[in-house]
């Protein structure tokens, strides 16, 4: 063990950074066990030395099938495909995980939808509210909506 401690505001901030890094050092280990370098992993998996590093760092999600197939090639014996759940959660912002932890993987894909009022026009267009008020139209006199 190096003595390092995690800095509790980051974890604090974005729980799933520090799993991403505990990930992505259980890949190395494995990884180096295997003997290979990042290079000759990627090539055995189809990804690229940078993707291979920058997931052993946890700077980067892994797909789920990246990880089955490197579980493969490092023979870590379903070490790295045991933690593909929190990997999977890690997608999401952290607001949205408990959403993604309760619906469970039997609901299907999350989504978040966000909605917007289309009932004024942007600033950009010439009935713009501005423009409107130059000429006289309010949104309550009809005249710039029309009637409905």
């Given amino acids: 063990m190096d003595g390092a ?24 280990l494995l990884r180096e066990s295997a003997g290979l370098t990042q290079t000759e992993l990627g090539a055995v998996v189809g990804y690229g030395e ?19 197939a490197v ?13 593909k759940g929190e990997v999977e959660r890690a997608r999401y912002p952290t607001f949205f995980r408990e959403f993604v932890r309760w619906a469970g993987p039997a609901s299907g894909p999350a989504h978040l939808h966000v909605y917007g009022s289309t009932r004024r026009p942007s600033y950009g267009h010439p009935a713009s ?10 949104p309550t006199s009809g005249a710039l909506y029309g009637p409905g």
């Fill in 71 to 83: 579980d493969l090639a490092v023979g870590g014996r379903g070490v790295l495909v045991a933690m």
């Fill in 50 to 68: 940078a993707q291979i590093a920058a997931v052993e760092q946890g700077r980067r999600i892994p797909k789920p099938e990246m990880v089955d």
């Fill in 5 to 28: 401690v995690a800095d509790p505001v980051e974890s604090a901030a974005e729980p799933g950074v520090g799993f991403l890094r505990c990930f992505g050092r259980q890949m190395k």
């Fill in 129 to 138: 509210s501005r423009g409107a008020r130059r000429a006289g139209r309010t």
